[in-house]
């Protein structure tokens, strides 16, 4: 049931981390409630973390999604009491809500769930939820593993390739990262990295602390907390020099500007950790359970989204139930500077203007886009937008009006929003709304390149596949929809995020395979940026999702 990216159930083993992520024993049913065998019951616990948590918690209090607390008290303003929850929806209900979707942003789930898991799911968020443990310091070291000892990295490229025009593609559901050669288009590498994972990120050029070959290693994220680290230098074959877990369920990881740290946020427990970026070994903990805008205390206050600061020595935090921005400061990491910047709920991904001194951020559940001053530290504006905006790694671009904007798509409907982002050069636009743009589909994703004439949206959240199958192309000069463009019209696959090649000559468009994850019918249908044509594909790829270009990335280019 999440808003975000979906994806067929994983059946095989998930490991230790997963079970005590789920808890070991079924929770009891609420008295004469509804209840589950423990078969039934496990085997939901299970789908409600890979489906639902990420949007609804862990704890089930709802953040981008709604609550799905069995029992939900509201005070009114005349002091009466109102109570909601999943009981009240009641079992029918419920069952038509996972199966159908709804309009503001929750896919349906009739095509990924059989209908008896279904049935169990509405079943089980009526249900207590079960709470998980927590993870120390002392159980992250004991999961780091070495694959190539760090001594015997090599010192040049072992391939002979151009490695900054390389692809890396997730390869979500058989939990894998594929490694593509933007060149010759050939796959070279399906390399095993955490369950589901979320984000990679590379080794970044940076303002301030410049470190060695700049997108040479990456580090990935995965749903069950696993962080890997990638070194493209490598044959195929050892690409993967090591792993950490950090949490049980995780989104993000980021790279210090200096090259030295890796820092990865967790969902659960709600913390983040800093790790050697060299030897993979885990160094800090640090706890985000807080007190939020509203003046609450929150237990389940995510680390959402974590982002390397261009040109200071500092890491942007989201810490997503908090609606704080947490700029952390790893020159020292024994006395660990955190400035804390209130914003709004509830924080999600986000990504720098051209200058990398202002980090733009959703905060969904507000319908706002947050901005952060990341020189001075502080709140610098918030922007209204559509419902739930969701820009992904975001695009910036020069309007002919507005001068230097950013935008983004939406969940909750098809919009996209365009900002003014150039306070200095465009003071009358900046921060404020130069124009939207009516899609056909709410989406997940934007994006362009300096070089292109257009930024691209995907609608991969509509409940209408062809819609989901289809992209739009938007032209930069007009705000007009040039063209629609059809990724695909089989079946259970979908239309989903963009990654420009190193010069921007060409667009990458996942095909994802949803309905048939586990196997090699995912695709890259490549497009000319210019003509907008299809001239050519990647075939034999698992439910590829997110791409990142290895030039693109650590040189900045959104």
Same mark, same amino acid.
């Given at each position: 049931m999440s808003l975000g990216i979906t994806y067929k159930k994983s059946r095989r083993a998930l490991g230790v981390g997963f079970a005590l992520l789920l808890g070991s024993a079924a929770a009891p049913a609420l008295a004469e409630g509804p209840s589950l065998s423990e078969e039934a019951f496990e085997a939901s616990k299970q789908l409600y973390f890979e489906r639902c948590a990420g949007c609804h918690g862990v704890l089930r209090k709802g953040a981008t999604g709604k609550s799905l607390e069995p029992v939900v008290k509201s005070k009114n303003a005349d002091g009466t009491v109102t109570e909601s929850g999943t009981l009240k929806l009641g079992q029918e209900r419920l069952e038509k809500i996972i199966a159908w979707g709804t309009e503001g942003g929750m896919n349906n789930f009739s095509d990924i769930m059989t209908e008896q898991e279904i049935k169990d799911m509405a079943t089980y968020i009526q249900m207590d939820p079960p709470k998980p443990?927590?993870?120390?310091l002392a159980q992250m070291k004991e999961t780091r593993k070495v694959y190539v000892e760090e001594?015997?990295?090599?010192?040049?490229?072992?391939?002979?390739?151009?490695?900054?025009?390389?692809?890396?593609?997730?390869?979500?559901?058989?939990?894998?990262?594929?490694?593509?050669?933007?060149?010759?288009?050939?796959?070279?590498?399906?390399?095993?990295?955490?369950?589901?994972?979320?984000?990679?990120?590379?080794?970044e050029h940076h303002k301030v602390t410049e470190p060695e070959n700049p997108g040479r290693?990456?580090?990935?994220?995965?749903?069950?907390?696993?962080?890997?680290?990638?070194?493209?230098?490598?044959?195929?074959?050892?690409?993967?020099?090591?792993?950490?877990? /950090?949490?049980?369920?995780?989104?993000?990881?980021?790279?210090?500007?200096?090259?030295?740290?890796?820092?990865?946020?967790?969902?659960?427990?709600?913390?983040?950790?800093?790790?050697d970026a060299m030897t993979m070994e885990p160094l800090k903990v640090v706890s985000t359970r807080g007190v939020n805008v509203d003046g609450d205390y929150v237990e389940e206050a995510r680390v959402a989204a974590i982002y390397t600061t261009p040109n200071e020595t500092s890491w942007i935090v989201a810490v997503k139930e908090l609606g704080q921005l947490w700029q952390v400061d790893y020159s020292d990491l024994d006395n660990l500077r955190i400035d804390k910047i209130n914003s709004a709920k509830f924080l999600h991904d986000g990504f720098f203007d051209p200058t990398g001194r202002y980090f733009q951020i959703a905060a969904n559940a507000s319908n706002k886009m947050v901005v952060v001053d990341t020189k001075e530290r502080k709140l610098e504006a918030m922007i209204d937008t559509a419902p739930l905006p969701h820009p992904g790694p975001g695009a910036n671009w020069d309007d002919p009006n507005c001068g230097p904007v950013a935008g983004t798509t939406h969940?909750?409907?098809?919009?996209?929003?365009?900002?003014?982002?150039?306070?200095?050069?465009?003071?009358?636009?900046?921060?404020?709304?130069?124009?939207?743009?009516?899609?056909?589909?709410?989406?997940?994703?934007?994006?362009?390149?300096?070089?292109?004439?257009?930024?691209?949206?995907?609608?991969?959240?509509?409940?209408?596949?062809?819609?989901?199958?289809?992209?739009?192309?938007?032209?930069?000069?007009?705000?007009?929809?040039?063209?629609?463009?059809? /990724?695909?019209?089989?079946?259970?696959?979908?239309?989903?995020?963009?990654?420009?090649?190193?010069?921007?000559?060409?667009?990458?468009?996942?095909?994802?395979?949803?309905?048939?994850?586990?196997?090699?019918?995912?695709?890259?249908?490549?497009?000319?940026?210019?003509?907008?044509?299809?001239?050519?594909?990647v075939k034999g790829l698992y439910a590829p999702t997110g791409k990142f270009n290895v030039y693109n990335r650590s040189n900045h280019v959104t």
């Amino acid at each position: 049931m999440s808003l975000g990216i979906t994806y067929k159930k994983s059946r095989r083993a998930l490991g230790v981390g997963f079970a005590l992520l789920l808890g070991s024993a079924a929770a009891p049913a609420l008295a004469e409630g509804p209840s589950l065998s423990e078969e039934a019951f496990e085997a939901s616990k299970q789908l409600y973390f890979e489906r639902c948590a990420g949007c609804h918690g862990v704890l089930r209090k709802g953040a981008t999604g709604k609550s799905l607390e069995p029992v939900v008290k509201s005070k009114n303003a005349d002091g009466t009491v109102t109570e909601s929850g999943t009981l009240k929806l009641g079992q029918e209900r419920l069952e038509k809500i996972i199966a159908w979707g709804t309009e503001g942003g929750m896919n349906n789930f009739s095509d990924i769930m059989t209908e008896q898991e279904i049935k169990d799911m509405a079943t089980y968020i009526q249900m207590d939820p079960p709470k998980p443990p927590e993870m120390s310091l002392a159980q992250m070291k004991e999961t780091r593993k070495v694959y190539v000892e760090e001594a015997d990295y090599p010192t040049e490229p072992l391939h002979g390739r151009n490695w900054e025009n390389f692809f890396v593609v997730i390869e979500r559901d058989v939990g894998k990262v594929a490694v593509i050669d933007g060149d010759t288009k050939e796959v070279l590498a399906h390399i095993p990295t955490g369950y589901a994972v979320h984000v990679l990120k590379a080794s970044e050029h940076h303002k301030v602390t410049e470190p060695e070959n700049p997108g040479r290693f990456w580090y990935t994220m995965g749903r069950d907390g696993k962080m890997t680290k990638i070194d493209l230098w490598q044959t195929p074959d050892k690409m993967l020099v090591s792993e950490v877990s /950090i949490g049980y369920d995780a989104r993000d990881v980021a790279v210090s500007g200096d090259g030295k740290y890796v820092i990865g946020g967790a969902y659960w427990p709600p913390h983040f950790a800093i790790v050697d970026a060299m030897t993979m070994e885990p160094l800090k903990v640090v706890s985000t359970r807080g007190v939020n805008v509203d003046g609450d205390y929150v237990e389940e206050a995510r680390v959402a989204a974590i982002y390397t600061t261009p040109n200071e020595t500092s890491w942007i935090v989201a810490v997503k139930e908090l609606g704080q921005l947490w700029q952390v400061d790893y020159s020292d990491l024994d006395n660990l500077r955190i400035d804390k910047i209130n914003s709004a709920k509830f924080l999600h991904d986000g990504f720098f203007d051209p200058t990398g001194r202002y980090f733009q951020i959703a905060a969904n559940a507000s319908n706002k886009m947050v901005v952060v001053d990341t020189k001075e530290r502080k709140l610098e504006a918030m922007i209204d937008t559509a419902p739930l905006p969701h820009p992904g790694p975001g695009a910036n671009w020069d309007d002919p009006n507005c001068g230097p904007v950013a935008g983004t798509t939406h969940l909750g409907e098809g919009t996209v929003t365009v900002w003014g982002n150039d306070p200095e050069g465009h003071p009358d636009q900046a921060w404020k709304t130069c124009y939207e743009v009516e899609t056909d589909g709410a989406g997940l994703f934007i994006r362009t390149h300096p070089n292109s004439d257009y930024y691209w949206a995907d609608q991969t959240k509509h409940p209408e596949v062809e819609v989901q199958q289809s992209v739009q192309v938007i032209s930069k000069e007009t705000g007009e929809i040039v063209k629609t463009i059809q /990724i695909t019209e089989e079946e259970g696959n979908v239309a989903v995020h963009f990654e420009f090649n190193k010069d921007g000559t060409e667009v990458w468009v996942s095909k994802w395979n949803r309905a048939t994850s586990k196997e090699p019918n995912g695709e890259m249908v490549i497009y000319d940026a210019k003509t907008l044509e299809e001239i050519g594909r990647v075939k034999g790829l698992y439910a590829p999702t997110g791409k990142f270009n290895v030039y693109n990335r650590s040189n900045h280019v959104t």
